[in-house]
């Protein structure tokens, strides 16, 4: 069975940062793109990075300088390091595939940055 784990959110004020994690069972991480994605209330799922089993990396305008996407394939892991946090970052986050069949979506990780 494929399981997605999102943690390390959380509340925290504007400039602080926040390292999500995610965790992977059933399945090898290694063998895709990952991405980390969230979502707010009334918008669109927003993709916000995405890493290549190479190591190739892709940020959306609105966190590059910001977010840092790694992953650790050893340990099946998918990482994102959000520094300089700002309101508008305030989403529950979640990691998946980038291309492909999405693998079921974990519960994600609420993260709150209050002004």
């Known amino acids: 069975q494929v399981q997605l784990v999102e943690s390390g959110g959380g509340l925290v004020q504007a400039g602080g940062s926040l390292r999500l994690s995610c965790v992977a069972s059933?399945?090898?991480?290694?063998?895709?793109?990952m991405a980390w994605y969230r979502r707010t209330p009334g918008k669109q799922r927003e993709l916000v990075a995405s890493i290549t089993n190479g190591g190739s990396i892709n940020y959306a305008d609105s966190v590059k300088g910001r977010f840092t996407i790694t992953r650790d394939n050893a340990k099946n892991t998918v990482h994102l390091q959000m520094n300089s946090l700002k309101p508008e970052d305030t989403a529950v986050y979640y990691c998946n595939r980038k291309v492909g069949v999405f693998l079921p979506w974990g519960q994600g990780t609420q993260v709150t940055v209050s002004s």
């Open positions: 059933g399945t090898l991480l290694s063998a895709n793109t």
